[in-house]
């Protein structure tokens, strides 16, 4: 399984991006999705998650509210829609996708958020 970022990209703060996660795998609808981040030297974070099954989300509290997962099965494609990005949402994002014990990561993609 492989997962490519893309939609990464140097805004301002106040701006929006889209991230999306291209999955080369026929099984797609049935992982679980997630996007994670890691920041200067900080801790990886989970961001938020998207179901497989009811297509259920839940999100970090610290983007509650201004960032939306969502899934494309028919694309094979999950985004995450990032609105009124804020300094410290500054950080590599990766995808990753679990299913029992399969669990792929993607690449990652920067998202410098800078005045």
């Known amino acids: 399984v492989q997962l490519v970022e893309s939609g990464g990209g140097l805004v301002q703060p106040g701006e929006s991006l889209r991230l999306s996660c291209a999955a080369s795998v026929f099984t797609f609808s049935s992982y679980d999705m997630s996007w994670f981040r890691r920041a200067p030297e900080k801790e990886r974070e989970l961001v938020a998650t998207i179901r497989s099954t009811g297509g259920s989300t839940n999100y970090a509290d610290s983007v509650k509210g201004r960032f939306t997962i969502s899934r494309d099965n028919a694309r094979i494609t999950v985004y995450l829609q990032m609105n009124s990005l804020k300094l410290e949402d500054t950080a590599v994002y990766y995808c990753?996708?679990?299913?029992?014990?399969?669990?792929?990561w993607g690449q990652g993609t920067q998202v410098t958020v800078s005045s």
């Open positions: 990753n996708a679990v299913r029992g014990s399969r669990d792929y």
